[in-house]
């Protein structure tokens, strides 16, 4: 059996939603030093989904986008908690900063019945700037790594260029 394959035209760094319910879902951030037709705009974070019911289709719907200020060098998606429903993205920036957003901030496809992560619909309404939950200097380089912790899920590590180590949220 042939697998089915789907892209996106983005130069960018990935990572996949944890949560089971939208394991569909892959969020890309524009990538440091990235070279192509999306390289000259402002860096953003994209959320798109992977699932269709046209198994002809092979492009990947973006479902939300915010603007960043910084281009990303590395990407995680975290489960979150009652408040993010949709998950904790952050983002490690080629500045050396780390940058955590609310995934259902981003996400503003809203099917016939309802949103995808129905309770942050009005979180939503309130503008793209409000998906930037916080930003901070943590390393002297580009990070080069981050992960949530699987079992401890306000817990984030992430790894600079300069060989620190740095544990947060």
Not at 36 to 61: K, L
Request: proline share 6%; glycine share 12%.
């Amino acid at each position: 059996k042939m697998s089915m394959s789907k892209h996106m035209k983005r130069s960018g760094v990935v990572a996949w939603c944890p949560k089971p319910e939208l394991a569909s879902l892959i969020v890309c951030g524009t990538g440091a030093g990235s070279l192509g037709d999306f390289s000259a705009s402002a860096p953003q974070v994209e959320v798109f989904s992977v699932s269709s019911s046209d198994p002809q289709d092979r492009t990947m719907p973006v479902l939300g986008a915010a603007e960043v200020t910084e281009r990303f060098h590395s990407i995680a998606w975290g489960k979150g908690d009652a408040g993010t429903p949709c998950g904790l993205i952050a983002g490690g920036m080629a500045n050396g900063s780390v940058t955590v957003l609310n995934a259902g901030a981003i996400v503003k496809y809203v099917n016939s019945q309802n949103s995808l992560c129905e309770p942050d619909i009005n979180f939503i309404s309130r503008g793209e700037d409000t998906a930037v939950l916080s930003a901070t200097d943590k390393h002297v380089g580009p990070v080069q790594g981050l992960d949530f912790n699987p079992n401890q899920p306000n817990l984030l590590a992430s790894g600079g260029a300069e060989a620190e180590v740095s544990k947060s949220f």
